[in-house]
């Protein structure tokens, strides 16, 4: 979150917290317009550009501490059922993981870093004067360009997405990110999902069993990096690196409806067709997982 520092320092930015993974921009932007407080600068989110999902909260900026503190006093709203959480905005504190293996500062560059935090454009808001109004299909990073990846991906998915098994807890995305781009250190991942959390019933056994999923252009380079890391020794155990299978069903179903029009009510949302078979799984697993 680029403005960060001078948002928070100036009491500019609250926090929305309680959303559905599934809210769009322009649903957040209603609910604020319809309490008075419409005239927000800036909506910060950060969005998964494997799964589409945002992480259940966001944070509004606004042009002066007089709304912030407002809005903070009086804003209670609900959206889709959900009463939103609102509260202050304070820096998040970096947590350090100590069963990590350091970092080379100087092995692994920034170029696979998804910028998942960025403003929330909704089609009813134009882009601020002096940033260019690029064309929403040519955004590659923060939240609309996580959402044009994970469209990229249903639309050529097989063999592009990774699964890589055999890690341990995670701390922060931060830390996900740092270590899954040193293991892909010789590899062009175009993105690096939030990592998973095993399913009960696999927690009690021994070893390593949290994963994420890793997306790259092509199969050829997916499949490079399949052979060189799958069964590579790491932290006690060994990775398990194989092609996804299958894209879950409810996250198809999501798909890209940001991408960029405000819901109707009077008009469904155009499909392209069905989904193939390849997408229609609940479950992106591994079999042994």
């Known amino acids: 979150m680029d403005d960060q520092p001078d948002a928070i320092s100036e009491g500019r930015r609250i926090y929305l ?40 909260y966001c944070f509004v900026d606004f042009r002066d501490r007089d709304t912030a503190e407002r809005a903070l006093s009086s804003l ?19 947590r350090v993981r100590r069963d990590w293996p350091e970092r080379d500062s100087g092995a692994v560059e920034d170029r696979f870093v998804f910028q998942r935090w960025g403003d929330w454009k909704s089609a009813g808001r134009t882009n601020k004067a002096g940033d260019g109004g690029e064309d929403a299909s040519k955004v590659e990073q923060g939240p609309q360009g996580a959402l044009h990846h994970f ?18 807890r995670m701390v922060d995305q931060e830390q996900n990110h740092g270590e899954v781009s ?9 993105a690096i999902g939030k990592r998973i959390t095993p399913h009960e019933s696999t927690r009690s056994k021994p070893g390593n069993h949290h994963y994420c ?21 790491y932290l006690g155990g060994k990775l ?20 960029e029009s405000p819901r109707t009510t ?24």
């Open 182 to 190: 040193e293991l892909f250190a010789d590899f062009k991942p175009t």
């Open 76 to 94: 209670r709203a609900s959206i889709r059922g959900r009463t939103l959480k609102v509260g202050p905005c304070e820096p998040k504190k970096p």
């Open 240 to 259: 398990r690196v194989s092609v996804a299978t299958n894209i879950p069903a409810k996250l198809i179903d999501r798909r890209t409806e940001d991408l």
């Open 17 to 56: 917290g309680n959303i559905l993974y599934s809210i769009q921009p322009h649903d957040i932007e209603k609910v604020l317009a319809d309490h008075g407080f419409g005239a927000f600068e800036q909506i910060h989110i950060s969005v998964d550009p494997v799964s589409a999902r945002n992480p259940g």
């Open 266 to 289: 009077d008009a469904a949302p155009e499909s392209s067709g069905a989904p193939s078979r390849a997408f229609a799984s609940m479950n992106w697993r591994r079999k042994d997982e």
């Open 213 to 233: 999923f890793v997306d790259f252009e092509t199969r050829d380079e997916a499949g490079s990096a399949m052979r060189a890391l799958n069964g590579k020794p």
């Open 151 to 168: 469209k990229n991906i249903l639309d050529g998915y097989e063999g592009r997405r990774l699964y890589v098994g055999g890690l341990g």
